[in-house]
């Protein structure tokens, strides 16, 4: 049941309610281009705190498509924040002028607090370094769609798994399928603590890897986020590691030929240009499924069941 | 009679335009969660040079629910203005592509001077220190709505209330009716000279007090604005005056059971968080009335009689 | 033929292109201020890297008019672009999301690479130094408009020559028109080699003039763009030029009766403001027809044959 939730965490949602959302999402996809009436008259207010432009234009782009509006702003400046009022004060407007919130803030817990003083539902945009559920239902969604099924993959995960939040969304929703994950990363940028129990808890099969050359060959699935070279403390480590995790022609020749390719984007070198044009590459349709996946996201929560 | 005209100043409306807005904005109440076609076709562009998010966003919804189109900007940076354009020759385009403009600028006359050059309604969204008509319409629909009528009731305004256009704008609007109104302000933050010209001259009843407590039990409705410490020579006398200016629960003791507690927002510590849940706390009702407040507005500009 | 087109240079556009489009543009007028179903459903995306406030709000405003929706960005920042994301991607993800790219960047060449990556239209709102097409559609719609024909005109261009995108998308729009050119700039600002090379290859006439005072008086139009000091080595050498090529009163009296002066604005101080309210200042009426001119463009891109 969809209908006026929340989405804050990934870790809120059921195999039943994502498999409920990518059949809607399915049937979203031949509106995703035309213009349907179905929210008529309903408001969607975005507040980005922060930097974005695929999260929100998608979200923008999946309202307007089903006959909605939106108002909003992204980045604080401009805005009431910068004199100071505090983030409830602001949501409270924004919930009393608009049906529908979807925010995104640098903080972890923003969209917590935020559903917790909006009445109407409140959509977490990715809020501090753990939480994009949106992005998570979009990443599974592009499996789903790409394979017809999840149950059975092998899913490797590579590049800064402990400060990427699409990761730890990511690998919370993966706890509703019965997959296996290669988490593939330096070893001081493995997922956080709370993130393993958590997915271990929920009897998640994974294993963890330093070397992507050693597991690529297995993977049905390569999820692949970036690494920044702020969190290395030797920066001839980060040019060696980034180099190991980058992503090339020669690379994928022991791949799978089924081998999907993905990544939340946006990305600078984590994956050669080259490879766009293989068939691995998945990462485009993920982005263009951004629309139809958040259009059902939108309908189900205030016109589902 | 409302059509077609530029809302620069509080002083321009008298106590029937007021009393007709409010009527229409109590009929926009059961539309401000919804959508109507009444001003389909219709654009309103917002022209903020200055931050502001509740006043853009009302607006911008008001319009939304109306069935109108939104075009414009907020922030100077990334528009003409920062080539060296003129205000009158921006006014100009905005004029020639919208039906409507709405504008902030933090400079005194601007609303002013972009009715003078437009042809279509120009509507203040706030500019200088002293007009923002449409949020002392806000405020006093909002007492219309609490307690039925104006007349009669003893009005408080406290803080700054040199600096701030809200009340500026209020006091001008309130002389309209037969009210009391209790000025509470440090006597160097009273209202301007011309300010109280204006109501005396006027006929506004009203008093001065550099104490809330003294007169707060007399109250019906408190206005409360921020005080800004940069507009102090003293820290510890700001301190002071903040204290004693700042609403707790304690405070409220003394206070008539019905007070009404109203702000423009964005609220900084002015009120305490405690006091929000108090059947005092009329504030962020206050907020949510902005937006069938300014569809009536923009309603009867566009299409009243 | 329209349709699906891509709008990167003027040159890509002839004779009867141009004239099928001021056709539909004089149709589009009586729309201009209402709002059509046309383009219902249809989602336009502006990127505007750079900042511009008449372009962008035109082309929201012509799109809005037309029924469609809009969604992007305005200012790089607040975008993945300051992630690093390239180009290419930014447009994949916009060309997957709407139906036609609206772009506007500081780099030559960027809506051409935007054109190729993108599925969809994408129509060029100012790159680099020398494309603004769709300002020069503008130019000489309004020109069209203005007289009811374009051949035989003796059309002056006076400023920076060299430096201003409009100019050069103008000069190459004018070769599909049998017309005589004025080019008046100091010598150091007269167009670019290769734009020079372009207009004499496509037989357009044209002579290179100092005095704008020598001229004037055989012009049916004057386009005014700005100079820009720091173009100058010399302050003086800037001041007397701009002193020179100054539009005033006062120069006017040798002028045509029926000289039409034109500015793509936003103007600084080449045209002085009191020449505002004679009947040779055309350019604010040549803003004005930006919104039909770009439904026009809008819907010939999507609907046209």
């Known amino acids: 049941m ?3 939730r929340d989405v804050v965490s990934a870790r809120d949602f059921d195999r039943r309610d994502l498999e409920d959302l990518f059949e809607t999402a399915k049937y979203m996809e031949k509106y995703a281009k035309s213009r349907v009436e179905f929210l008529k008259g309903r408001v969607m207010a975005v507040a980005f705190f922060e930097p974005s432009t695929r999260t929100r234009l998608s979200f923008e782009t999946a309202m ?3 006959g909605g509006e939106v108002v909003g702003f992204w980045g604080a400046e401009g805005t009431s924040v910068e004199k100071g009022e505090t983030l409830a004060d602001t949501v409270r407007m924004l919930d009393a002028y608009s ?3 979807v925010i995104r803030h640098r903080y972890e817990g923003a969209a917590k607090l935020a559903a917790e003083v909006a009445e109407n539902p409140v959509v977490n945009g990715g809020d501090g370094a753990s939480n994009h559920p949106t992005q998570a239902m979009l990443d599974l969604y592009t499996i789903w769609r790409e394979f017809g099924y999840i149950d059975g993959l092998n899913i490797g995960v590579v590049g800064d798994l402990r400060h990427a939040r699409t990761v730890n969304s990511l690998l919370e929703a993966l706890t ?3 997959v296996k994950v290669f988490l593939i990363s330096p070893e001081y940028l493995r997922p956080r603590t709370e993130t393993v129990d958590y997915i271990r ?3 998640l099969r994974h294993s963890f890897h330093t070397s992507l050359e050693e597991v690529l060959r297995e993977l049905d699935v390569l999820y692949v986020v970036r690494i920044q070279k702020e969190r290395f403390l030797d920066p001839l480590e980060y040019e060696r590691v980034r180099g190991s995790y980058r992503i090339s022609l020669d690379m994928l020749k022991n791949a799978k030929r089924h081998l ?3 990544h939340p984007l946006p990305r600078v070198d984590e994956i050669d240009h080259k490879v ?3 068939p691995h590459a998945k990462y485009f349709k993920q982005a263009a499924l951004g629309v139809p996946l958040r259009m059902a996201l939108i309908y ?6």
Do not use: E, H, Q, V
């Open 300 to 305: 189900l929560i205030l016109m589902g069941p």
């Open 2 to 4: 969809w209908r006026r």
């Open 176 to 178: 509703n399928f019965n």
């Open 99 to 101: 049906d529908l919130i």
């Open 64 to 66: 307007k498509r089903l």
């Open 276 to 278: 766009d044009s293989t």
């Open 201 to 203: 808890s929920r009897g």
């Open 260 to 262: 999907a390719i993905l």
